[in-house]
């Protein structure tokens, strides 16, 4: 039994994640936990199902996700992209309806590291002119 897997790594902040995309009913786990309970906000759940509501893919594929590092949020950006990876894989004609909406576009931004001798990466310690 060879069943067709399909595979998008997704980055963001400083989360990654590992997705498999698998022909079946909507299933979705991410890191052995239903998706339901590991992500609790609304808007997570409706970001991270964008990619595959905007092929109209929504209950066709079992989605397994191993995901590591960061926030909630940041997790489901990675996932998002892995997901929009993953359809790539699927079906190379979607690419330009993901493209167009921006699901295929790694978001680059990253914490800024602290400078040394600072209070953080930006901050300054208060001037005292006396």
Known sequence: MSTQQYYGTGRRKSSTARVYLRPGK????????DFKDYFN?????????????LVGLVDSFDILVNVKGGGKS???????????????????????????????????????????????????FQFSKR
């Open 74 to 124: 940041g997790q489901a950006g990675a996932i998002r992209l892995g997901i929009a990876r993953a359809l790539l894989q699927y079906d190379q004609n979607l690419r330009g309806d993901l493209k167009k909406q921006g699901m295929l576009t790694r978001d680059a931004r990253k914490v800024e590291r602290k400078k040394y001798g600072q209070p953080g990466a930006r901050k300054r």
């Open 26 to 33: 909507g299933n979705f786990i991410v890191n052995r936990t």
């Open 41 to 53: 906000r609304d808007s997570l759940k409706l970001k991270i199902n964008q990619p595959l509501e």
